[in-house]
C-alpha cells in the first residue's frame, strides 16, 4: 500500500515555517553582529571597576626625534584607533606582527573584529575582560571612548591613530560601504556618488542606518558628534583634545614618513614597520573625484576638513624637527627594504583580485555584494629566513585575529551566510 500523499499546501506551510524561522534567525544574529547606531554611554564601565594599574612600568622612551643619539627602550604599550578607510588595515598588521613577536597581549573584540562599532567602546567589550586587567597592545575597529581605553593600558602607554583627506576618504567609504547604507539605495544613475554630492541632503538622514558612514566619518569614530555645525567653538575643542591625547597622528597620504615617525616614537627597528598594502580596493570604473565634485565632498566633510587641516599642518612640524634630510634617507630605506620583501614573499610581485587568490588563508574580506578588495599570492618558494614573515605581512585581518586567538564566532557566522546566500 503506497504512504499517502502530502497535499501541497502542507509543503508550502512548512516551506513558508521554515523561511519565517530562517529569516528570524538571521535578523537575530544581524541584530547582534551590528548594533544600534546612536547607542549611548550607558553600557560603559562602571566607574568603580578597577582599571589597569601593572606593578612595573616598562622605561620611558628618550625622544629620537630631536637627533640624539640617546639609548631608548621600544615601547610595547600601544593604542591604535584604527579609523575607516585610511590604509589602517596597513598598519593594523604592522602592530600584530610586532605583539606577536615580543609575546605582548592584545585587547581582542569578543565575536567580531570590532568593538560592537558604531556604539561606544566600553572595557566590557573585551573578549576574556576582567576588572583590573592590562593589556598592551588595542588596535580593532572601535567608537572611541577615552576612558574606557585608558582604563585597560597601562599610564605610560602611547596613543595613535591615522587620517585622511576628506573628500578621498569619502568617496572610499561611499563605494564600500554603500550596499549597507539604505540612503544610497534610492540613487538609480550610473555614477551615484556623483548624484549624492549634487544634493547630499536630499538623500542623507542622520538618523539612517548606517548613516555615519557617509559624513565626517573620522569625527565620528574619534568619539565626536559628526552632525555639528562646522562654525560650533566644540569643533576646535575636539581637535585641541585629540591633539592632546594622541601622541602622533599619521596621515595616510604620507604613510612612509608616518612610519619612520612612528618607528623614531617607539624605538623600533626597520623590519618592524615593513608593509604590504593591504585591504586595498580594485580602482572603481567611475573616475575619482576631482574639481568641482572634490570641493562638494570637503564641504559636506567639513568636521573632518578642519581636522584633516589641524593635523596636517602639526604632522609637518614633526617632519621640519625630525629632519628633512633625515627623513628623506629613512624613507628611501623604509622603500628599499619593502621592494626587497616584495621580490622575496609576493608571487607575481603586484596584488591580484580575489577570484585569482589560490590560498584561501590569504583571501580579504569583502564588501557586501562584490569582490573589490585586492589580495595576494604567497610565493611557493621562500627561504627559511622569510618564510614566516612574508606570511604574516601578507595575512588579512580576519585571518591574523583568528591566528592570534581572537573569538571571532559572529563574524565566522556572518561569512558562513554570506558564503550561502553567495552575497
Same mark, same amino acid.
Given at each position: ?40 554611554? *550607558? =553600557? &560603559? ?23 640624539? *643619539?640617546?639609548? /631608548? ?12 578607510? &585610511?590604509?589602517?588595515?596597513?598598519? #593594523? ?10 609575546? #605582548?597581549?592584545? *585587547? ?17 567589550? $573585551?573578549? !576574556? ?6 593589556? @598592551?597592545?588595542? /588596535? ?12 585597560? $593600558?597601562?599610564?605610560? *602607554? ?25 540612503? &544610497?539605495?534610492?540613487? =538609480? ?49 575636539? %581637535? ?8 602622533? $597622528? ?13 618607528? !623614531?616614537? #617607539? ?16 580602482? =572603481?570604473?567611475?573616475?575619482?573625484? =576631482? ?27 614633526? $617632519? ?38 589560490? !590560498?584561501?588563508?590569504?583571501? +580579504?574580506?569583502? +564588501?557586501?555584494? &562584490? ?5 595576494? @599570492? ?11 614573515? /612574508? ?6 585581518? %580576519? ?25
Amino acid at each position: 500500500m503506497l504512504p499517502p500523499q502530502k497535499k501541497p499546501w502542507e509543503s508550502m506551510a512548512k516551506g513558508l515555517v521554515l523561511g519565517a524561522l530562517f529569516t528570524s534567525f538571521l535578523l537575530l544574529v544581524y541584530s547582534y553582529a551590528v548594533p544600534p547606531l546612536h547607542a549611548g554611554l *550607558a =553600557s &560603559t564601565t562602571p566607574e568603580a571597576a578597577a582599571s589597569c594599574s601593572p606593578p612595573v612600568l616598562e622605561p620611558e622612551a628618550v625622544n629620537r626625534a630631536n637627533g640624539s *643619539a640617546g639609548e /631608548c627602550q621600544p615601547r610595547r604599550n600601544i593604542v591604535f584607533l584604527k579609523t575607516h578607510k &585610511t590604509a589602517s588595515s596597513t598598519l #593594523l598588521n604592522i602592530l600584530f606582527r610586532f605583539g606577536q613577536k615580543h609575546r #605582548l597581549k592584545f *585587547a581582542f573584540p569578543n565575536g567580531r573584529n570590532d568593538f560592537d562599532y558604531p556604539t561606544f567602546f566600553a572595557r566590557s567589550l $573585551v573578549q !576574556d575582560y576582567r576588572p583590573g586587567a592590562c593589556f @598592551n597592545i588595542i /588596535c580593532n575597529h572601535m567608537r572611541f571612548h577615552y576612558d574606557e581605553v585608558r582604563g585597560l $593600558v597601562p599610564p605610560n *602607554a602611547i596613543f595613535i591613530t591615522v587620517l585622511r583627506d576628506p573628500a578621498r576618504l569619502f568617496e572610499s567609504s561611499f563605494h564600500y560601504f554603500g550596499p549597507v547604507v539604505p540612503l &544610497t539605495w534610492k540613487l =538609480s544613475g550610473g555614477d551615484k556618488l556623483a548624484e549624492f554630492l549634487q544634493d547630499p541632503d536630499r538623500y542623507y538622514d542622520p538618523n539612517g542606518f548606517n548613516a555615519h558612514y557617509l559624513r565626517n566619518l573620522l569625527f565620528f569614530d574619534l568619539g565626536y558628534d559628526n552632525g555639528l555645525d562646522p562654525g560650533s567653538p566644540q569643533v576646535q575643542e575636539h %581637535i585641541l583634545e585629540v591633539e592632546r591625547r594622541f601622541h602622533l $597622528v599619521l596621515l595616510q597620504e604620507y604613510f612612509d614618513e608616518s612610519l619612520v615617525l612612528l618607528k !623614531d616614537l #617607539l624605538c623600533w627597528e626597520l623590519e618592524d614597520v615593513l608593509y604590504f598594502k593591504l585591504n586595498a580596493r580594485r580602482d =572603481s570604473p567611475v573616475p575619482r573625484l =576631482s574639481g568641482e565634485m572634490y570641493g562638494r565632498a570637503t564641504a559636506w566633510n567639513m568636521l573632518d576638513a578642519h581636522l584633516y587641516r589641524h593635523f596636517n599642518a602639526s604632522f609637518w612640524r614633526k $617632519v621640519e624637527a625630525f629632519g628633512q634630510e633625515r627623513m628623506a634617507r629613512e624613507v628611501a630605506a623604509l622603500r628599499h627594504a619593502n621592494e626587497r620583501m616584495r621580490t622575496i614573499c609576493i608571487d607575481g610581485g603586484h596584488a591580484v583580485d580575489a577570484a585569482a587568490i589560490q !590560498d584561501e588563508a590569504m583571501q +580579504p574580506w569583502q +564588501p557586501l555584494g &562584490t569582490k573589490s578588495i585586492l589580495g595576494y @599570492n604567497l610565493k611557493k618558494s621562500i627561504g627559511q629566513r622569510h618564510a614566516q614573515l /612574508c606570511r604574516r605581512m601578507l595575512t588579512p585581518e %580576519i585571518q591574523y585575529l583568528m591566528d592570534l586567538g581572537a573569538n571571532l564566532w559572529v563574524t565566522k557566522l556572518w561569512k558562513f551566510i554570506r558564503d550561502f546566500l553567495r552575497w
